[in-house]
């Protein structure tokens, strides 16, 4: 059975009230600071009925992609075959000097480096272009590995469980996936306002999150508390980010969310795992 949400009574004629409720969202988030500490629930990283994931770092859209296909979940889902799984796990173990471009770009680099005498923030400058030049290598080269390793029934499937895992807000990072439901200008808009009111809140906890991971203000602090906090942490950002969905979600009309519906194809739960700061698909420790 297809999940309906309540839409807005007049979204078929004109745009709603734009107005957003900061009071609530500041309400909410020093209910917040009392919940990190006293939140017990039952920790689950999908919404226990899609591929969704919660509470993520930003990753390029094919490195989502390999996270997951990095899960038995979707490995089932897809019978990807053990020659394949080997396939994957080799785009990520590769040198980087082996991905086409990258050696000889490092190499322009340094001679520049080396020729030109550059200032400090000239140098910084060189250097942080190479890096998104060398991101953008490694992302085509990704793109075309995934393409070459799956077959197109594949392809087509992990499309759709990576708009599960994403949720309805990938329907503002593309012209595409907003075509698909005919997503309206004042839609677009009212969806940004969404995403945008939640972010304070997000960035706090995340911050929070990132944090823990590398370095703790009290150095006294047992594993046991820091685990526990992050566990927290985890809960109340899975279901923030679980009422934006909502949210974002009520603002398509019946007719949009059943084309959304279709979109992400049958859903299939996936026992994530929390989130980390450095995550590298099929690395070490990953579930297969």
């Not at 304070?200 to 370095?215: D, F, G, T, W």
Request: proline share 3%; aromatic share 6%.
């Amino acid at each position: 059975m297809k999940q309906v949400i309540h839409t807005n009574s007049e979204a078929e004629t004109s745009a709603p009230d734009f107005s957003l409720t900061p009071m609530r969202l500041l309400g909410s988030s020093l209910l917040l600071a009392v919940a990190l500490f006293n939140l017990s629930c039952g920790l689950s990283y999908a919404d226990d009925v899609s591929a969704r994931r919660y509470g993520v770092f930003d990753h390029d859209d094919v490195v989502y992609k390999f996270l997951l296909l990095a899960t038995p979940e979707v490995q089932g889902c897809l019978s990807v075959t053990t020659q394949q799984v080997q396939a994957l796990k080799a785009v990520f173990t590769a040198s980087a000097d082996s991905i086409p471009g990258v050696k000889d770009l490092r190499q322009r680099v340094r001679a520049t480096l080396n020729t030109t005498n550059p200032t400090e923030a000239e140098a910084s400058r060189v250097r942080a272009e190479n890096r998104t030049l060398v991101r953008g290598l490694f992302h085509d080269y990704e793109s075309n590995e995934l393409g070459r390793i799956l077959t197109d029934s594949q392809k087509a499937r992990l499309n759709e469980l990576f708009r599960q895992m994403k949720g309805p807000r990938i329907l503002l990072e593309g012209k595409d996936e907003a075509s698909q439901i005919d997503l309206k200008e004042w839609q677009r808009v009212r969806m940004a306002q969404i995403i945008t009111s939640y972010g304070p809140m997000l960035s706090l906890l995340e911050n929070r999150y990132a944090e823990l991971q590398i370095n703790t203000v009290r150095r006294n602090r047992s594993a046991v508390s820091i685990d526990q906090e992050l566990a927290s942490i985890e809960c109340v950002v899975h279901e923030i980010e679980k009422d934006r969905d909502h949210q974002l979600l009520a603002t398509l009309d019946a007719n949009q969310q059943a084309k959304w519906f279709s979109s992400i194809g049958t859903l299939l739960p996936i026992d994530w795992h929390a989130e980390k700061m450095i995550e590298v698909p099929f690395s070490a420790g990953e579930k297969e």
